[in-house]
């Protein structure tokens, strides 16, 4: 996609410190990083959403991201793996990615900021998404 940031990068148009490269999967320093290390993972095929990516490249793209947390946990003691889907998530790059983020004692980064609510309606929630599983 012409337009894609993230797809500029994986055409090399734009330079960016690579952390690893395969056929499938890019894995790159974030230019903004919550901490030092801060690394994103994309697929290097355009898909906005996580469910939009063929069953092959999905489990070739995850041993990716296992590859990298895995190194990553030599480098920290803790790490947080997030993933926006869609803007309503957070999503800011319209192209899967997934950070890898290096945690350290007291440094103040804040993933979990949501408040915990009570819902009485579980049992019917719990139909409603199991009725949307569909392969």
Not at 44 to 61: G, R
Not at 95 to 108: A, N
Request: with cysteine.
């Amino acid at each position: 996609m012409s337009n894609c940031v993230f797809c500029s990068i994986i055409q090399k148009e734009i330079p960016t410190q690579i952390v690893y490269e395969d056929s499938f999967s890019l894995a790159f320093l974030d230019i903004h990083p919550a901490s030092k290390g801060h690394t994103l993972v994309i697929p290097k095929n355009h898909y906005e959403f996580l469910s939009q990516i063929p069953e092959h490249e999905y489990i070739a793209f995850m041993k990716t991201l296992q590859k990298i947390a895995k190194g990553m946990m030599h480098y920290t003691e803790g790490i947080n793996i997030l993933q926006n889907n869609g803007k309503d998530a957070g999503q800011l790059v319209p192209h899967v990615h997934f950070h890898i983020i290096p945690r350290r004692p007291g440094d103040g980064i804040k993933i979990e900021t949501w408040r915990t609510q009570h819902d009485p309606d579980l049992d019917k929630v719990q139909k409603t998404i199991q009725s949307l599983l569909k392969d």
